[in-house]
């Protein structure tokens, strides 16, 4: 199975703080990145799709980047909704595996 | 509006069964693959299964193959998730979520609990 890790696990910033969340796959899965944004006790919602698509509805503050096997979402003025936890997940090789996600707190 | 409803959760002892189902509505439901994510109490997530459009192909992870076998009926919108043999470790919220482009889950459940304790 392809590993995901994500980077850092936990995250603390401000409001209007730009941020970065990394996510390295075990091997090379081309763009087949996605990125999920998860608030407690709610479904995720896709962000990202295709490491770089911004999914319909989502603000462009939510940008994605990288190909093979590093990849990056950049949030780039964080607002008060924003505090959740995010995941990526490779959708190249079943089983679509996820990061084991990064908190991002106050 | 797209809309995923799970439902078929509870409490059940190990060894037993439990079927998920997950009534689809808004879009063309035998258009799109679709996919059980699941979600241990505190833990991050965990993608089990999926399915093509017309049920032909299914693939798992692991941990399930053998135990979980997921379908669907395009003409009830619905998608299914039968789980058998279930263990303390199926503990979680199972979502149900359609497959959007490159694969991604573009559209997801509430979620539905399923409890494995004796």
């Known amino acids: 199975d392809i590993q995901m890790t994500q980077s850092p696990s936990s995250l603390s910033a401000s409001v209007g703080d730009r941020v970065t969340i990394t996510c390295r796959a075990s091997q090379s899965i081309s763009g087949y990145l996605n990125w999920y944004q998860q608030r407690p006790g709610k479904a995720p919602k896709l962000l990202i799709y295709s490491a770089s698509s911004l999914q319909s509805g989502v603000p462009s503050r939510f940008s994605g980047s990288g190909s093979g096997a590093d990849f990056t979402l950049t949030i780039s003025s964080l607002q008060r909704e924003d505090f959740a936890t995010y995941y990526c997940?490779?959708?190249?090789?079943?089983?679509?595996?996820f990061g084991q996600g990064t908190r991002l707190e106050i | 509006e797209v809309q995923l409803v799970e439902s078929g959760g509870g409490l059940v002892q190990p060894g037993g069964s439990l079927r998920l189902s997950c009534a689809a509505s808004?879009?063309?439901?035998?258009?799109?693959?679709m996919s059980w994510v699941r979600q241990a109490p505190g833990k991050g997530l965990e993608w089990v299964a999926n399915i093509q459009q017309d049920g032909s192909e299914t693939y798992y992870v692991d941990s399930v193959k053998g135990r979980f076998t997921v379908s669907r009926d395009n003409a009830k919108n619905s998608l299914y998730l039968q789980m058998n043999s279930l263990r303390a470790e199926d503990t979680a919220v199972y979502y149900c979520?359609?497959?959007?482009?490159?694969?991604?889950?573009?559209?997801w459940g509430q979620g539905t609990v399923v409890t494995v304790s004796s």
């Open positions: 808004g879009f063309t439901f035998g258009n799109f693959w």
């Open positions: 997940q490779q959708s190249h090789t079943t089983p679509y595996t």
């Open positions: 979520v359609r497959t959007g482009y490159y694969d991604s889950g573009d559209y």
